[in-house]
């Protein structure tokens, strides 16, 4: 006798499915920008003061760079499909990470060469 009963609906595999069936896109792709927004503020420095200054022991450029090129990305690309009202925000917390990285950087990068410059044109 084989067993062909269905699934257990209670199976963590069959509820996390339902669970993300039940989320809108733009809550999708707005979780994971801040994901990215959080983990590069972390690796600009942007972390609690510690005793050697302020996120110093966390810091580090070549992976903000990276974060940071990927949320530009991310927003420029999904900005129509989730809206201004949702954009504008991730396009400015965006803005404040460019800067922030410009501001810790001991060598700043050329107006439109900075972390997803290439993305969203110069910050200043």
Do not use: W, Y
């Not at 983990?39 to 050697?52: N, T």
């Not at 800067?99 to 044109?121: H, I, Q, V």
Request: aromatic share 2%; charged share 25%; glycine share 8%.
């Amino acid at each position: 006798m084989s067993d062909t009963t269905p699934q257990d609906a209670t199976d963590p595999t069959t509820q996390a499915v339902r669970d993300i069936a039940d989320v809108a896109a733009v809550e999708v792709i707005t979780a994971a920008a801040v994901h990215l927004m959080s983990a590069a503020a972390v690796k600009c420095g942007l972390a609690e003061d510690d005793a050697d200054g302020p996120g110093s022991r966390h810091r580090d450029l070549d992976e903000a760079r990276k974060l940071i090129t990927a949320l530009a990305a991310l927003v420029t690309t999904s900005a129509p499909d989730i809206g201004n009202q949702h954009a504008r925000s991730l396009r400015d917390g965006l803005r404040s990470l460019q800067l922030a990285f410009r501001e810790a950087s001991p060598f700043p990068d050329a107006p439109g060469e900075g972390p997803g410059e290439s993305f969203t044109g110069p910050v200043n």
